[in-house]
């Protein structure tokens, strides 16, 4: 594994995917798909490539063990586009409005689903 590999989030691979697939015309739901699927690209990579989440400590009993595993909400996406030089700052920022918006009509929670995953830790 390459150093810093365990602490990346977006691979070339996923990089290329979101250039691909997207298109400014796209709809919330299909950003959401699109999320899905670079979720699933970065969880395949994660496994092919043995990378395992970095080693974290509990500040409070001082025990160590491997933090959850990497995930891709749709807010990263949204700034990625940026990023990557995909969108201007200006369309991530009105999509990210749209977004915050969208989540809360909708009752989303950051990975577009409907609690499925806490937007917390507690």
């Known amino acids: 594994m ?3 590999d365990a602490q990346r989030t977006w691979f070339p691979e996923m990089v290329g995917v979101l250039r ?21 690209v970065l969880q395949s990579i994660c496994s092919e490539r043995r990378i395992l989440p970095a080693v974290m400590t509990c500040p409070t009993c001082g025990s160590k063990g491997h933090a959850a595993p990497p995930r891709v909400s749709v807010r990263a996406v949204i700034l990625s586009f940026g990023r990557f030089g995909i969108a201007s ?3 991530v920022r ?10 809360r009509d909708e ?16």
Not at 94 to 103: A, D, F, I, M, S
Not at 110 to 116: E, N, Q, S
């Open 89 to 91: 700052v200006e369309e």
């Open 2 to 4: 390459p150093s810093g």
């Open 20 to 40: 691909r697939d997207w298109d400014r015309s796209t709809s919330m739901a299909k950003l959401i798909e699109l999320r899905d699927r670079l979720d699933a």
């Open 94 to 103: 009105t999509l990210e409005k749209l977004w915050n918006r969208y989540r």
């Open 107 to 122: 009752q989303l929670d950051l990975y577009g689903g409907r609690g499925a995953y806490p937007d917390f830790c507690v």
